[in-house]
Structures are given as structure tokens and as C-alpha cells.
């Protein structure tokens, strides 16, 4: 019984707009079937009962299959979607996917926690009518920052190569500039005096493009005028 | 170049003994390299130099390749060492392969979050000096309390099956495991009033003891005298 694939997603969400791209950019067909968390939609007694048990996004339904955690479902498209290319998890290089794996791993505690706390409380809260404690801004502030000047300095290695594992874009990659870019809808500019990030982000936007855009208007639209982001052609 | 297997730890780190145990249950040899979490090794420049960048444990070396993340390592080892026994990460069969990614992506925000911020705040606090707010602890058992609830409820399936992918173990339990004996240290008991839990961490250290108590031995040490832990031989 295959009903096809089905990808449960929110933009606003950033492993939702990374496996959104990995997925068009491979010109993989799927069915868009957006949840909107603004609605809570995911935490819904449906939602975890027929899609997703664990009451987020994103998530697939492939058939009768039902697959959350983009890491998890990055690995199953590349096995059972030969139209993803090699590069993107490449099951023919066991050192090149340890490296993708470890990376995938080390995010979750790392650069998305860096980034997820810093948005949570300087963008959502104020919308929730909670708080913003300015303390507490500019620690979750230092902690983006050394997130990230870790990431230009060690895993870009002073841009001695294109992408964080090799010569070729991964899903590292696409997985790492989606949760990067949510920064800047809190205001935070990650690329300002990092020109390796800056460099790579532009590398990672231009491989993927147009999805790429089409999966962050709804960043790029949030973010404040401060933020440089792309003018799409319909935002005009 | 081949200069054996090493692999970098700590007892009192949840991922290393979850390593520890899946090498010696498959009878891998390995060097034990000991990281003294205590005096902070694992943060020297020589350590991220020459070990693991990201600065924790665990984290192998195999013969010149350096591998830090659990659940990169154990994909890693599954497919480089024939020796794993398939049950432990099977690459032959994809839908238990995507469960149990699914489970390792998910617990970093989840299991292994809830656990270890009530470990940090509850026993590891007070060793620093630092103060233990009664309210945040209220705040954080009730976050351990809702995360073991689900696990019991939902991811153990009311005791449909043994394990969490499965009728046999794999690297999902046994992570799993390792991570939630964690709280004992901090006088928490995950299996009271949870008879699948209680049942589940049996299994998992009945399929894979003696090592289990070995690498657990610290942890039983520590826990206080309120939590039930097995008595090991030479603690007589």
C-alpha cells in the first residue's frame, strides 16, 4: 500500500524547511501538509495520534510509514529515494557519513540550542506577553556567539573548505544554515564578522536555490530591517 | 595505518558507558582511555587538540580517524566492525534502522535533556557550591516526571513490546538506558510507579551484564541509599 509521501512541516520551523529543501531540491514528489504552530496544531490529540506521536515537526508519512526527527528521516530518504544525490549523505563513504552523523548529533545540544534559546526568548516571548529579561538576553546572546565563532573557526576550519565535511554540500550543511538563519528573525545577524559563515551560508543558498528561498521568505519577512535578507521577487 | 581502537570516557558520562558496554558485549577489543570529567579534561587545548575539538566525552580513535558523538560512533562501528551483532543497529533492515535514528535524534532535546538538567541542578550544584533552587527543582522533576511518563506510556507501548524498536535490543535501549540511570545519582528512582520502565531497564541490563554493572558501578555508588541498586561483588 504506497499513498506516496507526505511532508508534515511549519516554516517557521528549521529542520521542517531543511528536509522541505532536501526534498524539492532532489525533485523528490511529495504532498505539503503544513502544520501551523502558531496554532499549536502539532500538540493536538489527532495530530499525535495519526502523524506524529511526539507532537512536532517536521515529520514524514511514506505509505504507512511514519517517520519523525529530520536526522532519522534524512537517512531514510537517502536509502529509499535513489533520486537523492550521493553527496547529500553519501552511504558509499563510511568515514565522509560518520562526519555527517557526528555533526547531525553534536547540533541538537549545540548550535540548535544555541539558537533555538536566543529566538525563544527575544522573539517569542514578547509575542506570548512574557518577559524579556535583559540579563538573560545577553547570556543566551554570548552563548550564540561563541556557538557560532566556534563553527567559523573550527568546523568551517578558516574556510579551508567549502562545506563541513568535504568539497561537496551535505545534509550537515543544508540541516546547519536552516537553524542558523532563525537567528535573524530575533534580530541577530550571524554572519556579521564571520565572513567563512557568511561565505558558506551564500555556497549553501546558492546550491539549493530556489527552494532555498522559497522555504525562508517567511524568515527573511520577520526579519527586522537591521537583518540583510534577500528581496524576493513578489515581496517587491 | 592501524593503531587499534581507542576509546575515550567516563563512567559518570551516560554516552560512555553506553560505548563501553556495546564494545565489551561484542567483544571488540579496545583500548580504555579514561577522561577524568572531574578535573575537566576533556576541556584541556591537548584534549581538543589531539582528541575530540568539540572537547567532550566519548569519543573513539580508530587507528587515525577521531569520532566524537555516541550516535554517530555506534553507526560508525556497526558498519567498520563486523563483530556487532546485527540486532544492535540493523543496516539490513531500514524501517528499524529509521526507528531507531528516530529514537537517538529525539532524545538529545528530550530523555537525555530532562535527565541531565535535573542531574546537574540537584547533584552536581551543590559539589560546585552553587545554590539548589527549590522552585527550579520543582520545575525540573516535573519536566523528568512528564519525559519518564511518555517513555512509559508511549515509547514503551504499555509493555506491548521489550524493547523500543523491537522484540531485540539495539543501540536505542541501550543509550536509553545508560541516560536514565543518570538520575539515580540524584536520588530520583525512574522506575517507581513505572512497572514497563522498571521491567525494560531489567532487560536491557540482563542482555548485556556483566558490563553493565561494571560500567555502572559508579553510578550505583553514588546513587543514595533510597534508590535500589544492585549490590556487585568486591562492594561487599
Known amino acids: 500500500m504506497s499513498l506516496g509521501l507526505r511532508l508534515y512541516y511549519d516554516f517557521l520551523s528549521q529542520p521542517s524547511r531543511a528536509l522541505y529543501i532536501l526534498l524539492s531540491a532532489n525533485k523528490i514528489p511529495f504532498e505539503r501538509c503544513p502544520v501551523a504552530l502558531r496554532k499549536l496544531e502539532q500538540k493536538s490529540a489527532e495530530y499525535r495520534k495519526n ?5 512536532k515537526v517536521p515529520c514524514i508519512v511514506d505509505g504507512d510509514f511514519r517517520l519523525a526527527e529530520s536526522a532519522a528521516i534524512y537517512r ?21 557519513q560518520a562526519r555527517i552523523d557526528e555533526y547531525l548529533s553534536w547540533q541538537h545540544l549545540n548550535i540548535r540550542a544555541d539558537v ?20 538573560k538576553t545577553e547570556r543566551l546572546r554570548e552563548r550564540l556567539d561563541a556557538g557560532l565563532n ?43 564578522g564571520r565572513p567563512h559563515l557568511a561565505a558558506w551560508m551564500a555556497s549553501v543558498r546558492d546550491q539549493t536555490n530556489p527552494f532555498y528561498d522559497e522555504a525562508h521568505r517567511f524568515v527573511y519577512r520577520l526579519a527586522p530591517e537591521t537583518i540583510a535578507t534577500p528581496l524576493l521577487p513578489d515581496d517587491g
Open 150 to 192: 566556534f563553527f567559523e573557526r573550527v568546523l568551517l576550519a578558516g574556510g579551508e573548505r567549502p562545506f563541513l565535511t568535504g568539497d561537496t554540500i551535505s545534509v550537515a550543511d543544508l540541516s546547519a544554515a536552516c537553524e542558523i538563519e532563525q537567528a535573524k528573525i530575533a534580530g541577530y545577524d550571524p554572519c556579521a
Open 51 to 55: 502523524v506524529n506521536r511526539f507532537g
Open 116 to 135: 533555538s534559546l536566543y529566538f525563544f526568548h527575544v522573539w517569542l516571548n514578547p509575542l506570548l506577553g512574557k518577559e524579556v529579561n535583559a540579563a
Open 76 to 96: 531514510y530518504l537517502s536509502r529509499e529515494y535513489p533520486a537523492v544525490a550521493p553527496h547529500w549523505y553519501p552511504r558509499e563513504d563510511s568515514l565522509r
